[in-house]
């Protein structure tokens, strides 16, 4: 930014953060202009609230059980993100619906990577293991991933970019699982910034 102040960035994600780990890297070395501020988690043993812990970065693990109400705990989820003064949010394999009162607070701030080419294999419990599972049995020639903006539906929203992945003779789903997450690694962080410097227009 003009100013040299960096955006500064939320992510939300269930698990081990590998993903969290490539946008802390590409925000290191300069491919993402925007500043790791904050990592929220629904589960306290989530290996990437451990990664950021490792390079100082605050953590807040969000468990709408955890409050009265449920509205108790998205005024309490939304004060947090602008305590840390966070501007743009990013899905990192989270499990859960980002509460409404957050996407009206972030219009078009928000965005997820899916490990498929959507709109197919998309939706609730379409998530990791499940996706390449389902996609090697119906017997698809490719496979890939998409970046998208985030909305009240699981894996909806507007696709800012696809990448796509050949299935190969033999693939299980751990082999494409791993070429998929490569691939995610290398423009998870790249899309992410062109969004936040408004190449993807209004």
Request: glycine share 12%; charged share 25%.
């Amino acid at each position: 930014m003009a100013d040299g102040r960096r955006p500064r960035i939320g992510v939300f994600l269930s698990g081990g953060g590998s993903n969290l780990q490539a946008l802390i890297d590409a925000s290191k070395c300069g491919i993402l202009s925007g500043e790791i501020a904050l990592v929220v988690s629904n589960l306290r043993k989530a290996f990437g609230l451990e990664r950021a812990r490792q390079v100082q970065i605050p953590v807040f693990v969000y468990k709408e059980a955890d409050y009265a109400t449920p509205e108790e705990g998205q005024a309490a989820l939304l004060r947090v993100l602008k305590e840390h003064g966070v501007e743009w949010i990013a899905l990192a394999g989270y499990l859960k619906l980002l509460p409404g009162n957050i996407l009206r607070a972030y219009p078009r701030r928000v965005v997820n990577i899916h490990p498929a080419l959507l709109p197919k294999y998309g939706g609730k419990g379409m998530y990791g293991h499940f996706v390449h599972e389902a996609v090697l049995a119906a017997g698809e020639k490719e496979s890939g991933l998409t970046i998208h903006l985030v909305d009240e539906a699981y894996d909806h929203g507007a696709v800012l970019h696809q990448q796509r992945v050949p299935i190969l003779p033999g693939d299980t789903p751990e082999t494409l699982a791993a070429r998929v997450l490569e691939q995610e690694h290398r423009w998870y962080a790249r899309v992410l910034d062109k969004l936040i410097r408004g190449e993807y227009g209004g």
